[in-house]
């Protein structure tokens, strides 16, 4: 049987390696390897605004209804890309976009295209709901 001692001993080391890995992520900044340029930049907050990932996906993460744009850059065109977020589609909705933010979103979807590669059919389900890339 485990002693009161040694579950305290178990339970100090937990609570210090959970506080200095807290500490670690709040003090070390990430550094992105591939950083975006500002147009890029301005698509991912649009990204974000506009709660595309509520629908799309990036990376294999995000909903369902919409497809995974990750990639969708280097299978579409820009004029194609253009058209679908000027206006819409049945399931999309219009967002009244402007021209700076369509450029903008285009952009995103070709930096995201350089970032890496995903496509959530070829992706590996686990049983425990997990999913990993080939």
């Known amino acids: 049987m485990v002693s009161y001692r ?5 339970f100090i080391l937990l609570l210090v390696a959970f506080l200095s890995y807290s ?26 605004q506009k709660n595309c990932t509520s629908c799309h996906q990036l990376y294999g993460l995000g909903g369902h209804l919409g497809p ?11 004029e194609y890309l253009r058209a679908f977020l000027q206006s819409g589609t049945q399931v999309m909705p219009d967002f009244n976009l402007s021209e ?5 979103f285009i952009e995103f979807f070709k930096y995201t295209n350089t970032t890496g ?6 992706f590996s389900k686990y049983t425990d709901g997990t999913i990993s890339q080939p």
């Open 117 to 122: 590669k995903a496509d959530p059919k070829l």
């Open 6 to 10: 040694h579950k305290l001993i178990v």
């Open 68 to 78: 995974d744009l990750t990639n969708v850059a280097a299978i579409r065109t820009d």
């Open 100 to 104: 700076t933010e369509i450029s903008a």
């Open 23 to 48: 500490v670690l992520l709040y003090v070390v900044v990430p550094e992105e390897k591939q950083p975006a340029e500002s147009l890029a930049q301005q698509g991912k907050i649009l990204w974000q």
